[in-house]
């Protein structure tokens, strides 16, 4: 980092970069929130580079001094006083030439401004114009201070990219006249605009490092004139054309040799609806370095290209009508490592669009309820946090609102007096409208569970991502709910109900801990994320060739159930992986593109050389039809059934959508029977079974016809299968619910029953998607079926039939 004095630019010592991380405890015994304790270090870090200590005096006391008195400037509300005074300078004197070159990069940091989309302008104008804090900023926009501190960061990285791409050492024109006192401002009119423009380069050229970069050790100090790690590339070429047009979700990433010196990775940004490529997608990841944004070219073509080989986390994908990947600052599982010289091409980023959904409010009568209350509750995936959409909205006086939502997200509505919840599932995304009726006397979720996140020895641990989830019952009314710890190690999980809940606590590079059972009201509660055991290994295809892309999950086994522990979605070259987990027993999954997911692989952790190998599978060709008069149906989605798991950005089972004229191929299907989701706008779903994969096998074409739904008609799921809902308990699959007219009911079964085995092989072999996966199957034909009963096990043969549930 360059500064200047009056012999010209010098470099900022090293222990004052040092010694400002070391700042926050104080600066939070001074003031309250992460985000005021941020803005207080900052200002220090500035006062600092402004006036820097004598090189013989002790950095630290120096810097807490510096601290104390600005707290006392802001407390006492004289801090524009202050800056005023120390910005105006009457007898400053420069040259005509360094007043042409710093007007010239004013400008382009006015015009820098001005080009920053919103929502990045409006925080970056408030921190700075308006003298706002990042608390007092979360506050007007109703946002979190942590989604306040990357939009601002953010900003000022986009508006340094701007300024670099100038190819002009800009750091050093602004940074030597700010040292001499020459911004000079001298009326009431232009005192605002001239200390805000001032703070602004300031805060530019200092690269912000006490934002983004808390709890670890101080962010890399950039030196002379290299270009910035945060660079926005709008629109720029890739250094290699982007790859070919295939169905979507369904290409093979690959590594290529690349003369470049940070290495790269190259894909396409697309529609999770159209498989059509999204232009104008804005990708952030995060680096030790710093951020770094890219931007998506003709057909969502994307370049990441970093000056150096490194660590790479999404941080953000955002695209404009798209609904935003922004999970927790810190908690993304999308990671990417680059090596020099070699290229990972074919990475595909899903974007889901944001539609418009209506929601209608009505009573135990179905009357529309207009002033309702209506709040978003949460997601299942928690991906809408830094770039948050609307969470709250009031009925119309036809009880209506519209929302934008991701799939699974629990609305809540309430009046004084009646509550009711509704969930956006499957009939949601098909009919676009949501109902939620709402009772007198329904219980309100005003429970809490609070407790402290620490690590083995009992010291708190920050920024650990907290969620609970109810055990033992499903449903709207019962919504995930999640929160960060504070820097205290600190949570508080707020709309519960007084209900057993399954709690879980994760930090990156520490095993997760699981909590079960505990009752909604419960405080004092401890989790513990130790450093746990490695699980380290490579996943290569099944002729030992590494795979560059592919989402990894972790099961501990639970009987039937397997309880997801870890699902992380990487890019490296070389295949490799490492994670941390609790001492014990796992199975490990990937899945990548193009290639069937790999068969389960036990491991005993701590555990170094976990070999995970995908195959080829089989490929799915066929036509998506209307029942009615046979027209192709373009853009419906086919997905394998199960399989689920990882961020939305890279899910684990892709599927891919028909073409215009009806046509699909799904490949990566895994050897064994099988079953596919069909899903298209307006029509009912149907789930198609008795299929059998084979590795390098074709099957089809196949005709698949989906009957349209009626006007105001709630869509139903058409299948062949015995006619139960199941859930995983213990070693069996219970029986939940037996539809009528099924096959089930024909044969006895009840609810209650608790499957053990299917055609005779034990449930827990096959676990809950094998195990649907044989029920599953041809119309007419029977399976037999093993029930556990009070007076002992009781084999049957049921017969499948066609549903619709």
Same mark, same amino acid.
């Given at each position: 980092m360059l500064w200047g004095d009056g012999d010209g630019p010098r470099r900022i010592e090293a222990p004052v970069i040092a010694?400002?991380?070391?700042?926050?405890?104080?600066?939070?015994?001074?003031?309250?929130? =992460?985000?005021?304790?941020?803005? &207080?270090?900052?200002?220090?870090?500035?006062?600092? $580079?402004?006036?820097?200590?004598?090189?013989?005096?002790?950095?630290?006391?120096?810097?807490?001094?510096?601290?104390?008195?600005?707290?006392?400037?802001?407390?006492?509300?004289?801090?524009?006083?202050?800056?005023?005074?120390?910005?105006?300078?009457?007898?400053?004197?420069?040259?005509?030439? =360094?007043?042409?070159?710093?007007?010239?990069?004013?400008?382009?940091?006015?015009?820098?401004?001005?080009?920053?989309?919103?929502?990045?302008?409006?925080?970056?104008?408030?921190?700075?114009f308006d003298g706002e804090s990042s608390a007092e900023i979360a506050r007007a926009l109703d946002v979190p201070a942590g989604t306040v501190r990357w939009r601002l960061k953010t900003g000022l990285d986009r508006m340094r990219g701007a300024l670099d791409a100038e190819k002009k050492n800009w750091r050093v024109v602004l940074a030597a006249p700010l040292a001499k006192g020459l911004f000079v401002v001298k009326t009431k009119t232009s005192i605002a605009v001239g200390i805000a423009l001032v703070a602004l380069a300031i805060a530019l050229i200092a690269g912000l490092?006490? &934002?983004?970069?808390?709890?670890?050790?101080?962010?890399?100090?950039?030196?002379?004139?290299?270009?910035?790690?945060?660079?926005?590339?709008?629109?720029?070429?890739?250094?290699?054309?982007?790859?070919?047009?295939?169905?979507?979700?369904?290409?093979?990433?690959?590594?290529?040799?690349?003369? &470049?010196?940070?290495?790269?990775?190259?894909?396409?940004?697309?529609?999770?609806?159209?498989?059509?490529?999204?232009?104008?997608?804005?990708?952030?990841?995060q680096a030790d370095t710093g951020a770094t944004t890219v931007r998506s070219g003709a057909q969502g073509a994307f370049a990441l290209e970093p000056a150096a080989p490194g660590r790479f986390t999404l941080l953000v994908a955002t695209a404009p009508g798209f609904l935003p990947y922004a999970p927790e600052l810190a908690h993304s599982t999308v990671i990417a490592r680059t090596e020099k010289d070699r290229a990972v091409r074919g990475i595909t980023i899903f974007l889901f669009p944001a539609l418009d959904y209506q929601g209608t409010v009505v009573d135990s009568a179905a009357h529309p309820v207009a002033n309702a209350h209506v709040r978003l509750l949460g997601t299942p995936q928690n991906e809408q946090v830094l770039d948050k959409l609307a969470t709250e909205w009031t009925t119309n006086a036809s009880g209506e609102f519209v929302f934008h939502a991701a799939d699974g997200a629990i609305f809540e509505a309430e009046t004084r007096t009646a509550r009711g919840w509704a969930r956006l599932d499957g009939n949601v995304a098909l009919t676009h409208h949501l109902m939620i009726r709402i009772d007198e006397g329904a219980p309100p979720h005003d429970v809490t569970i609070s407790g402290h996140v620490v690590d083995e020895a009992g010291r708190p641990l920050a920024d650990a991502l907290v969620r609970a989830v109810i055990a033992d019952e499903r449903g709207p009314a019962y919504a995930p709910a999640t929160v960060m710890s504070g820097v205290d190690g600190a949570f508080v999980l707020t709309g519960l109900v007084a209900k057993p809940y399954d709690l879980s606590a994760e930090l990156e590079d520490r095993a997760p801990a699981i909590v079960r059972g505990v009752v909604g009201g419960k405080h004092d509660l401890q989790l513990v994320l130790g450093t746990g055991a490695e699980l380290a290994g490579a996943v290569t295809t099944t002729a030992h060739e590494p795979v560059p892309a592919y989402t990894l999950l972790v099961f501990r086994r639970e009987g039937v159930g397997r309880d997801l522990v870890v699902a992380k979605s990487v890019i490296e070259p070389r295949g490799h992986f490492s994670v941390r987990v609790a001492p014990g027993e796992y199975e490990l999954v990937a899945a990548a593109a193009g290639w069937a997911p790999s068969a389960r692989v036990t491991a005993t952790a701590p555990a170094a050389d976990v070999a995970i190998a995908v195959s080829p599978g089989g490929t799915l060709r066929g036509t998506i039809v209307a029942a009615a008069d046979g027209a192709p149906l373009g853009y419906a989605r086919v997905m394998r059934e199960g399989g689920d798991g990882g961020a939305?950005?890279?899910?684990?089972?892709?599927?891919?959508?028909?073409?215009?004229?009806?046509?699909?191929?799904?490949?990566?299907?895994?050897?064994?029977?099988?079953?596919?989701?069909?899903?298209?706008?307006?029509?009912?779903?149907?789930?198609?079974?008795? $299929?059998?994969?084979? =590795?390098?096998?074709?099957?089809?074409? $196949?005709?698949?016809?989906?009957?349209?739904?009626?006007?105001?008609?709630?869509?139903?799921l058409e299948l062949v299968g015995i006619g139960t809902a199941l859930t995983a308990d213990g070693d069996a699959l219970r029986v939940d619910k037996v539809f009528p007219g099924s096959g089930a009911e024909a044969a006895g079964i009840v609810e209650g029953d608790r499957i053990v085995a299917v055609d005779g092989i034990v449930v827990t072999q096959l676990g809950m998607d094998g195990s649907i996966g044989k029920i599953r199957g041809v119309e007419g034909t029977t399976i037999a079926i093993s029930l556990r009963r009070a007076a002992g096990v009781v084999a049957l043969v049921v017969e499948r039939r066609k549903l619709r549930t």
């Open positions: 010694e400002l991380e070391g700042l926050r405890a104080l600066a939070r015994s001074l003031v309250h929130g =992460d985000a005021d304790a941020d803005d &207080l270090v900052q200002d220090t870090a500035l006062a600092a $580079l402004v006036h820097p200590p004598a090189t013989d005096r002790p950095v630290r006391p120096w810097l807490g001094t510096v601290l104390r008195n600005r707290w006392r400037m802001i407390h006492r509300g004289a801090r524009r006083r202050e800056a005023r005074e120390a910005l105006v300078a009457d007898d400053a004197v420069e040259s005509p030439a =360094d007043s042409i070159d710093r007007a010239r990069v004013l400008e382009k940091l006015s015009a820098a401004l001005v080009a920053l989309d919103e929502p990045l302008r409006v925080v970056v104008m408030r921190r700075y490092f006490a &934002l983004g970069n808390r709890g670890g050790e101080p962010a890399p100090v950039a030196t002379g004139s290299a270009p910035s790690p945060a660079t926005l590339h709008r629109a720029a070429a890739p250094s290699a054309p982007p790859p070919a047009v295939m169905s979507p979700g369904q290409g093979k990433p690959v590594v290529e040799a690349a003369e &470049l010196p940070g290495g790269a990775v190259n894909g396409r940004v697309i529609n999770w609806s159209t498989g059509e490529g999204v232009e104008g997608a804005d990708l952030t990841f939305s950005a890279q899910p684990a089972n892709a599927g891919t959508v028909s073409r215009p004229d009806g046509t699909f191929e799904l490949a990566g299907i895994p050897p064994g029977p099988f079953s596919i989701t069909i899903g298209a706008g307006g029509y009912h779903p149907r789930i198609e079974g008795g $299929l059998t994969a084979t =590795d390098g096998g074709t099957l089809g074409p $196949l005709r698949i016809a989906l009957a349209r739904l009626a006007e105001g008609e709630t869509p139903k």
